[in-house]
């Protein structure tokens, strides 16, 4: 079986503190965070804290079925975010990963011209993404196990339990 990069919560606590580290460092300031439905929710509402943003909105983009299987696209679903809260604002993207980087760019040009500013944090990024996220908190080629996705879904006590797709 392939290599798995792992992170628990407990480290997904640290990669998000440190994340925002960079991006306060770096003097961004961003007035929305967006995130990036479901894994980047996560990771925006460890940043929005830590930067002292209270502007969360969130767009959902379905593309991955499993492990290494996708839509042949990402899509965006609706309701989509409405562009007029957007416009004169500095938007911080936020994911769990890039990977191919293909919902990254999708969101990215959703916003780009409908914004002042839009940058984009992830907590990692493969190599080969075609997006280069602005704030990353660690590179790897590596099928990553997420501490939110890898577990099984919860069922009420005694129903059978469905091990997570990423599980196996
Ligand atoms: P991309 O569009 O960059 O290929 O993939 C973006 C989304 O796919 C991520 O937000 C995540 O939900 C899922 N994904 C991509 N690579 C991985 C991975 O290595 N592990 C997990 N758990 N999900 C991934």
Known sequence: SQARENLTYEAFGVAVRELAQ?????????????SIARGGVFVAGGLAYALDCKNIH????????????TLPMPVMLAPLPNAIDFSQKK????????DTGKTLKLVH????DAVAEVRT??????????VK????????????????SVL???????????PSKEAL
Do not use: M, Q
């Open 152 to 162: 099984p879904v919860v069922r009420k006590s005694g129903e059978p339990v469905t």
């Open 58 to 69: 969130l767009v959902n983009v379905e593309f991955y079925t499993g492990v290494g299987t």
């Open 121 to 130: 944090a992830v907590i990692y990024e493969k190599s080969h993404s075609l």
């Open 22 to 34: 960079t991006i306060a460092d770096d003097g961004y300031e961003p007035d929305i965070v967006l």
């Open 91 to 98: 938007v911080l993207i936020t994911d769990d990963v890039a």
């Open 133 to 148: 996220c602005e704030y990353v908190w660690k590179r790897t080629d590596e099928w990553i196990n997420f501490p939110w």
């Open 109 to 112: 040009d959703f916003c780009v």
